[in-house]
């Protein structure tokens, strides 16, 4: 077995381990939310039809996975470089990024199943059907590694760990508010329309759709701004967890 | 020598200097001390070894390989007890040194049996099952300890292993850190518990604000010491210290402590003086003996401006 993959694949059993107890809060969590997220859709919208059931549907999964990439992530790296984790971890013969995707890996693990049960349960509670692409899985390893990257460059730009948590708690009202992931981005303001056209939100959105459902988006544009953004996320990642004190 | 370091200096964003021109070698089997007070850079200097941190100028090497350039060699060859507790919140004693040991490359029946092997012989039974987050400070610190041993480097690294461990385990495992060196680990114990140190160590630095005072072995630095007895005199608790006779070397005062230097001619007056304040009840006791390290230590850390280089060339 080449020495990175054993050494990631410690270190996922490490992670694992280390968060075991957190990770079954966040799968029961996770799993909650989603049965509430379905529930909840008839509760704002009594007269609900498929297709805008659908709609709404379909964007959860990139609303759970920007909550855990942005907001979750952020939040442990801070916890971690307070505790002085990363010192420890780091003097290991193990590359850095083995370690994040190890903790990536792990994080991810325990949010999938919430996904797959919010996206099962709209599909069979408002009775609207699935066309599920055989990109579904490549789109959505890229979403979470997306969300994650930016996540981690966020955690580990901020000087300060305490900042982060301020920072995720406006980060999670943005996206859940004033995103179009609910709602098509014409209902939002011109200036906050053209600061999406950039941002990777609606674009997660969209391959989302794309490939759970026959509605028509530009896939390729999607993953086009996406990816640039995942691999943006990657190149800060890479500098900022290998810069030295 | 295994480990070189050149002339090396770090100053952090702020303009702490927390290496000043450090030098110093250690060889295969070796168990050396690196001796100072909170905050005179001991720790800036490990984390510069395994890349936690760069140096501003100077050269660090191991094997002859430049490990400022190349991190991950250093890495792989220092295992490392953190000054910070291990991340073991959610891991078993038996798991966190399991799996580090097999992180650092060991063979899973190897490591399981010296996993086990050092949980017998720190006495560590009991918490072999236990998760991290409910055992106390000192257990954790052993198992940190166990993490660094269970699959040695090269280089050992051990920063402050014996703080929060009782007096029985501290002595198992300081049997352990000499047994590391004796199957060709170097160690570089990071301390400033120097009676301690003082049984262990093999060659010391002792270092403060960023410099190294003093470096060699323990003979070579007590011969700076001179012919020199060391008087040390207790005080009765609540009493104040008397005038000190000129005669006391370097003398220093450390709490109910009255430590200080007494050349062999002055002996016998310094004998009688220490009489005359037991007798009036000045003090509680007093003891005359060779020099210790903690007598090399005070008067290099607290006089740096008569500190010489002594044992070694720097």
Known sequence: ?????????????????????????????????????????????????????????????????????????????AMART???????????????????????????????????????????FDFSLSISPLVIPSVI????????????????????MMVNVITQIMSFAVMLFSPVMFPAERLPGWLQAIHTVLPIQYMADISRGTLTDLDVNLGLAFIVTGAWCVAGFIVTLVVVHRRR | MLLEINNVCKTYRGGVKANDNVSLSIAKGEVFGLLGPNGAGKTTLINQIIGLAMPNSGSITINGVDVVANPGYARQACSFLSQTQAPITGLTT????????????????????????????LEMGEWQKTMGLTISGGVRRLVAFCMAAVTPGEIVILDEPTNDIDPLRRRALWQ???????????VLLVTHNVLEAERVVDRLAIIDEGKVRGMGTLASLKEDEGDAMRLELTLEPGKAAPALPDYLQQPVIINRRIVGRVSPADIPTAIDWARGLKGDGTIEEFSLGPATLEDIYIRLVKNPDEAEPSGEVM
């Not at chain 1, 010192?87 to 590359?95: F, K, N, Q, R, T």
């Not at chain 1, 990024?97 to 792990?106: E, F, I, K, R, Y």
């Not at chain 1, 949010?111 to 099962?120: E, F, K, S």
């Open chain 1, 142 to 161: 890229l979403m979470a590694m997306c969300g994650t990257f930016i996540g981690y460059s966020i955690a580990f730009l901020l000087p300060k760990p």
């Open chain 2, 94 to 121: 038996f798991q966190a040194i399991d799996l580090v040991g097999r992180i650092r490359g060991g063979k899973k029946a190897d490591v399981h049996r010296r996993a086990m092997e050092l949980i017998e012989k």
């Open chain 1, 83 to 125: 505790e002085g984790t990363f010192d420890y971890i780091w003097s290991l013969p193990v590359g850095r990024m083995s370690h994040l995707a190890a903790d990536a890996t792990v994080m991810f693990g325990s949010t999938l199943p919430g996904i797959i049960l919010a996206v099962a349960l709209g599909s069979f509670h």
């Open chain 1, 1 to 77: 077995m080449p020495k990175w993959l054993r050494g990631y694949l410690l270190m996922v059993k490490w992670v694992f381990l280390t968060y075991r107890s957190w990770l079954s809060l966040n799968l029961a969590i996770q799993l909650g939310i989603a049965v509430g997220f379905i529930y909840g859709i008839s509760f704002f919208f009594p007269a609900i039809t498929p297709e805008i059931a659908k709609y709404l549907t379909t964007g959860a999964p990139t609303l759970i996975l920007l909550i855990v990439g942005l907001v979750m992530v952020p939040q442990i790296i």
């Open chain 2, 176 to 186: 352990e850190v000499q047994e590391l060196a004796r199957q060709g680990s170097a």
